[in-house]
């Protein structure tokens, strides 16, 4: 069933089932919808999936049972019962996982960390280091994977999650980008100067429709080209990928489209008669802690290291905490919560009197200040509108609404209040939009 030599299946097993490393695993073994067998085997990728996850064992185990049970029926046909049971065997023989070594995993960990530690011994002024938590579950690298839109990024020695580091840069670029874009004149020139060389550009970059030029204008991105003395400009910092610092947990997650039909285009409308179909793909739990790490490669002339450090670090701090990292940030997936947690730390320790300790995220008092701690600096921009502005129309204490719109709002927006503001006109539009206006009133805040 899994496409393997003759010699490698002897190593591995059948089924792979001597394999302890995920990223193996999932990227080189993984189960093919259509092979060895006449009839294409639609649960393949939810099986792959689930061979990688936390309690997927039991999981498997428990489709082959169903598997058992229905092919037992009375009404089943003989062919679709044979079919039936020979999916269980498959989903039986998947459901032999050689788990992995936790305390191999520790030890990854413990790498991690040290790694960071021996950066700062070797870099000195020229790296900037510091830890984030998982507050929302990590999805990335879904589209580079060999099943569809199932991918996760898994570091190749210890099957361990991973962010890539272009990754890192990249949200962090557009952090920068759209603080340039937002920023007040007198900053933005400063600001971009910085950005740039820590960046990089290409021509395409300064060009009158490239990336620094919609953030800053045409002229303000050539006047720092021709600063820097350079066409085309290599970016002055190396940004590391993020390893986990805890032992990390991956999770099965799903998304079910409701309308599947209509989405492809094959019904004017959406109606509730037709059948979901559920999609499954491998998820970083929540509670994981990360390692980041930037190193400068050089310092330009005219710049401190300590400048474009600083930069660095706040772009992506504010960037994992108020946009998120992979894929689905708009969800709520690949949120961060700056250091590490207590449960974080018990983890990484494995001492169990920590176990005691209270949560460095503590749970809130009252709905109010679950919803504060949950959107505060997270509704700079708009993507998160259609979850955020949902739950807070659910709130009955319209003091406690107001309270919760004056915390999470930003000051400088609530200043704005125009509506041909286009953060407003997000507030009040879409889906969304019916909600927005009646929390407007609610709260008494008018837009002129």
Known sequence: MIPISPDVRKLVGEWAEFVDNRSLLYEKFSLP????????LDDAGRWSVLRIVAGG???????????????AGPKVQPHNAERMRRESQIARAMAHITQPDPDLVK?????????????ESSYGEHIVTFEATLAGRLMVNMAGGVIENAGICLDRCF????????????????????????AAPAQKENLLKVAMAIFGYGKTDISKRGAWTWAAGHEPAA??????????????????????????????????????????GQRDRATDDENPIPNYFPAVEAGSGFGFAVILNRVPEGFAAQQLL???????????????????????YGWFALGQTQTALH??????????????????????????????????????????????????????????????????????????????????????????????????????
């Open 33 to 40: 919808k259509v092979w060895g067998q006449a009839r294409k």
């Open 57 to 71: 064992k039991e999981l498997l185990a428990e489709d082959a049972s169903n598997l058992e049970r229905r092919a």
């Open 107 to 119: 030890s990854a960990n413990a790498n991690a960390r040290q790694l960071l530690k021996n950066l």
């Open 159 to 182: 099957g361990l999650p991973v962010i890539p580091g272009s990754a890192v840069k990249g949200i962090a670029r557009s952090q920068a980008l759209w603080e340039i874009k937002e």
């Open 223 to 264: 006047k720092v080209a021709e600063a820097l003395q350079a066409v085309e400009f290599k970016g002055c910092a190396c940004f590391l990928p993020s390893y986990p610092t805890t032992p990390p947990t991956i999770v099965v997650d799903m998304v079910n489209p409701h309308y599947p039909e209509y989405y492809r």
């Open 310 to 332: 600083d930069a660095c670090r706040g772009w992506i701090e504010r960037s994992i905490t108020q946009k998120g990292v992979g894929a689905k940030t708009a969800a709520g």
């Open 347 to 448: 983890a990484a320790s494995g001492n169990a009197a920590a176990e005691s300790k209270p949560s460095a995220i503590a749970s809130p008092a009252s709905p109010a200040d679950a919803l504060i701690a949950k959107w505060k600096g997270k509704l700079t921009a708009t993507g998160n509108f259609s979850v955020a502005l949902h739950e807070m129309a659910a709130l009955k204490d319209d003091t406690e609404l107001k309270r919760v719109f004056e915390a999470v709002i930003p000051e400088q927006q609530r200043s704005r209040n125009r509506k041909n503001n286009p953060y407003w006109q997000s507030f009040t539009s879409g889906r969304h939009g019916e909600e927005g206006k009646k929390i407007l009133v609610r709260v008494g805040f008018s837009l002129r």
